[in-house]
C-alpha cells in the first residue's frame, strides 16, 4: 500500500502536467485528412505527323516553272529533267533545292563541287550547271568517267523564278554574305554599311549567320560529299577567282595552294585566257568558308554578263575548263 500511494501520486501530477501544457499551447487542430488517389500520368496528345512530300509531283512543277524560263530566254538546247535530280530541302517559297551526284566507278575518284545561281539575277549561270549534266549524261560522258561530280544549278530558286529576279533570297539576304565564317559575328555587319546605298540591299548578309536554308543547303553538300575542290559560277565581273587556305606552316597546304593556282592558270588558259586573279574574300562567303578557313580549294568563275543570248557562248568558252577542274586530282596528301 506503501508502494501504490508514490505512484499514484506520481500519476496525477504528469496528468495535471499535461494538461497545463495544452491549455499554454492551445487547441490543437488536426490536419486535413489525405486521400490516397491514384498516381495519374497525364497522356500526352499525339504529335501529328509530318506531311508525307510528293517529291516527284514537287519536282515536276519546279522543272515546269524551270523550263518556262529557259524557254523564255530561248535556251532550246536544255531542258530541267525531274527524273534527274533529287532533293532534300524546300526554299523558303517552297522550291525544291535541287541537286544530283555523278559517280565515277572508279576507286577513289576526285569529287567536284558545282554550284550555279548562287544569286538570283546571274541567270545565265543556271544554264551553265544544267548545260554541265547534258555533257556528263549524253554529249561526253567518256570525259568524266574518272571523277565524282556533284551539281546544285540552282541554289537560290527564290530569286531566279521571281517577277523581278533577284541577288538575294526571298527573305532578302545574300546567301554569299551568310556563310558562318569566323570573321562574321565581328565584320559581317560593318563590312556591308560599307557598300554603297544603292547596293546595299542587294548584298544583306542577315542578322545571324546560316540563317538561310540555302546557305544550310550548301553547307550540308559540302559536309556530305566532301568535294576536293568547289566550283561556284557567278557573274558579271569577268574573272577567275580562286580561293584556299595560306596556312604557311603546314606543308600540305602549301603545295595545294600551289597545284591551286597552277590549276587556276590553265583553267584560264583553256578559256580563251580568261583572266586569272586571287581577289579578296569577304566575310559570309563561299571562298571564305569553304576556302580559306577548310582548305577546299574553291573557284569562282565571274561570267563577263548576264545576257541570255550568251548563255551557250560562254559554255563553248568555259567547257574545257570545267571538264579540266572536273579530272584534276591533287597529289599531295595531308600526313
Request: charged share 25%.
Amino acid at each position: 500500500m506503501k508502494t501504490i500511494l508514490p505512484l499514484l501520486f506520481l500519476l496525477s501530477s504528469c496528468t495535471q502536467f499535461v494538461s497545463w501544457v495544452q491549455k499554454e499551447k492551445g487547441p490543437q487542430v488536426s490536419p486535413p485528412a489525405i486521400e490516397a488517389t491514384a498516381a495519374v500520368t497525364a497522356t500526352p496528345e499525339p504529335t501529328p505527323p509530318e506531311p508525307q512530300i510528293d517529291k516527284t509531283k514537287v519536282l515536276d512543277e519546279y522543272c515546269a516553272k524551270i523550263n518556262e524560263r529557259f524557254k523564255r530566254y530561248g535556251w532550246f538546247d536544255i531542258i530541267c529533267n525531274s527524273k534527274r535530280w533529287t532533293f532534300e530541302r524546300l526554299s523558303p517559297e517552297g522550291n525544291p533545292l535541287i541537286f544530283q551526284a555523278f559517280n565515277s566507278k572508279v576507286t577513289n575518284a576526285t569529287t567536284t563541287l558545282f554550284m550555279c545561281t548562287v544569286h538570283g539575277d546571274e541567270l545565265v549561270t543556271a544554264y551553265m550547271c544544267v548545260r554541265l549534266v547534258k555533257d556528263i549524261l549524253f554529249d561526253n560522258p567518256e570525259k568524266y568517267e574518272n571523277a565524282n561530280i556533284v551539281i546544285a544549278p540552282i541554289v537560290n530558286p527564290d530569286g531566279f523564278l521571281a517577277k523581278t529576279q533577284t541577288r538575294t533570297n526571298s527573305n532578302g539576304i545574300d546567301l554569299n554574305r551568310n556563310f558562318p565564317t569566323k570573321d562574321w559575328e565581328e565584320h559581317a555587319l560593318s563590312s556591308w554599311q560599307r557598300v554603297k546605298k544603292k547596293d546595299r540591299q542587294r548584298r544583306f548578309p542577315g542578322d545571324k549567320a546560316n540563317s538561310e536554308i540555302e546557305t544550310q543547303f550548301q553547307i550540308w553538300l559540302l559536309e556530305t560529299f566532301k568535294p576536293d575542290k568547289v566550283v561556284s559560277i557567278h557573274s558579271p565581273y569577268g574573272f577567275l577567282d580562286f580561293d584556299v587556305t595560306a596556312n604557311t606552316l603546314n606543308q600540305h597546304f602549301i603545295y595545294v595552294s600551289q597545284e591551286t593556282k597552277a590549276l587556276a592558270y590553265n583553267m584560264g588558259k583553256q578559256s580563251r585566257n580568261f583572266p586569272v586573279v586571287d581577289f579578296k574574300f569577304f566575310p559570309g562567303s563561299l571562298g571564305n568558308y569553304a576556302g580559306n578557313e577548310r582548305g577546299i580549294p574553291t573557284f569562282t568563275i565571274e561570267l563577263s554578263d548576264n545576257r541570255p543570248e550568251n548563255a551557250s557562248n560562254y559554255w563553248r568558252t568555259f567547257k574545257s575548263a570545267l571538264k579540266a577542274v572536273a579530272e584534276f586530282r591533287y597529289t599531295t596528301k595531308s600526313e
